[in-house]
């Protein structure tokens, strides 16, 4: 039998690096589903990636992610963008077609892919928590998906405000700004709320978003992008009023399924995904 010895090359490029589990998820399906894919978790620092980004396409890379602090920047080393990506103004999947590096943001689809297990976002009202890059994917694909309106709720009002001028300029989705000073109530008609801040993220676990938590009612779903650990303080608040909740591991993984689909083209079993990360995080 003829031997290939010559794997298919994946990565992901971000500073620090070390405790980004995303190898450890991606490799997990790579195996599970017999593909000769790797994927190499790379450090690179701010002024070396322009090379990086030439390396991989010299390498024949199939594609890439990339994370903190490279999300934006790395767009200028990039030959196209996919509509939402343009739209949110950053990158975290870089795929290759032909020699050309084309950015994407499975960010936001992975997590309104979670979600439409939970709930379909059409014509539902959204409160999310948060406008940095998290929040700007989440509620631009959420808006993309058809929600009918989008609260911000952030403690910055001018980030607060390049979130939701985007939502109302970009997409059919109507948005309005909350400020975020002392405790907030969720609006009753509210049916998915959000926290899209890094609030509750190891080791600040204890750390808590200020909300009145018994304006929470079930009917309402709650979804948390912090995916250590798994069962925030929010989600296990939210559950105990009866509320169906989401929590960051199906954004991390869903994300992880687009990005392996746009560079192999399979549909790679989620479960096993979720598991390994499971694993990693004993949730
Ligand atoms: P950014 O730094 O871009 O944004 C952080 C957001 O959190 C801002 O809105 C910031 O508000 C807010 N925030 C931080 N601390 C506080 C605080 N003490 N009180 C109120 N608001 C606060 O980060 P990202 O958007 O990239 O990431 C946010 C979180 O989402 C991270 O914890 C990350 O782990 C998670 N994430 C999860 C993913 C997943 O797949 N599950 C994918 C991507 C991110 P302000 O504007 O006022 O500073």
Same mark, same amino acid.
């Given at each position: 039998?003829?031997?290939?010895?010559?794997?298919?090359?994946?990565?992901?490029?971000?500073?620090?690096?070390?405790?980004?589990?995303?190898?450890?998820?991606?490799?997990?399906?790579?195996?599970?589903?017999?593909?000769?894919?790797?994927?190499?978790?790379?450090?690179?620092?701010?002024?070396?990636?322009?090379?990086?980004?030439?390396?991989?396409?010299a390498?024949?890379?199939?594609?890439?992610?990339?994370?903190?602090?490279?999300?934006v920047?790395?767009?200028?080393?990039?030959?196209?963008?996919?509509?939402?990506?343009?739209i949110?103004?950053?990158?975290?999947?870089?795929?290759?077609?032909g020699?050309?590096?084309?950015?994407?943001?499975t960010?936001g689809? *992975?997590? =309104?892919? +979670?979600?439409?297990?939970?709930?379909? !976002? /059409?014509?539902?009202?959204?409160?999310?928590?948060? @406008?940095? &890059?998290?929040?700007?994917?989440?509620s631009?694909?959420?808006?993309?998906?058809?929600?009918?309106?989008?609260?911000?709720?952030?403690?910055?009002?001018?980030?607060g405000?390049?979130?939701?001028?985007l939502?109302?300029?970009?997409?059919?989705?109507?948005?309005?700004?909350?400020?975020?000073?002392?405790?907030?109530?969720?609006?009753?008609?509210?049916?998915?709320?959000?926290?899209?801040?890094?609030?509750?993220?190891?080791?600040?676990?204890?750390?808590r978003?200020?909300?009145?938590?018994?304006?929470?009612?079930? *009917?309402? =779903?709650? +979804?948390?992008?912090?995916?250590?650990? !798994? /069962?925030?303080?929010?989600?296990?608040?939210?559950? @105990?009023? &009866?509320?169906?909740?989401?929590?960051?591991?199906?954004?991390?993984?869903?994300?992880?399924?687009?990005g392996?689909?746009?560079?192999?083209?399979?549909?790679v079993?989620?479960?096993?995904?979720?598991?390994?990360?499971?694993?990693?995080?004993?949730?």
């Amino acid at each position: 039998m003829e031997k290939n010895f010559l794997s298919t090359l994946t990565g992901s490029f971000a500073m620090p690096a070390a405790e980004n589990p995303t190898v450890a998820m991606v490799e997990a399906a790579y195996r599970h589903h017999g593909l000769d894919w790797r994927y190499i978790n790379c450090e690179v620092a701010p002024h070396f990636l322009g090379d990086a980004v030439r390396g991989a396409k010299a390498m024949g890379w199939a594609g890439f992610n990339c994370s903190i602090p490279h999300k934006v920047a790395v767009i200028e080393h990039l030959d196209e963008l996919g509509r939402s990506a343009e739209i949110i103004g950053a990158v975290n999947t870089i795929v290759r077609r032909g020699d050309a590096f084309i950015g994407e943001n499975t960010d936001g689809k *992975g997590f =309104v892919q +979670a979600m439409r297990e939970v709930i379909d !976002p /059409r014509g539902k009202s959204v409160v999310i928590f948060g @406008a940095g &890059g998290a929040a700007r994917a989440v509620s631009v694909e959420l808006a993309l998906a058809g929600a009918s309106a989008i609260t911000v709720v952030n403690r910055s009002r001018d980030t607060g405000r390049t979130l939701v001028d985007l939502l109302n300029g970009k997409t059919g989705t109507s948005a309005e700004l909350r400020p975020w000073n002392g405790s907030v109530a969720v609006p009753r008609d509210t049916d998915i709320v959000i926290n899209a801040t890094s609030i509750g993220l190891y080791p600040n676990v204890d750390q808590r978003l200020d909300i009145d938590l018994d304006s929470l009612h079930p *009917g309402m =779903v709650v +979804a948390d992008g912090i995916h250590n650990p !798994p /069962r925030t303080h929010l989600l296990r608040s939210a559950e @105990a009023r &009866g509320c169906r909740v989401l929590d960051g591991l199906g954004m991390l993984v869903n994300q992880g399924v687009i990005g392996i689909k746009y560079w192999t083209g399979v549909d790679v079993d989620a479960s096993v995904m979720r598991q390994a990360l499971k694993n990693l995080f004993q949730a």
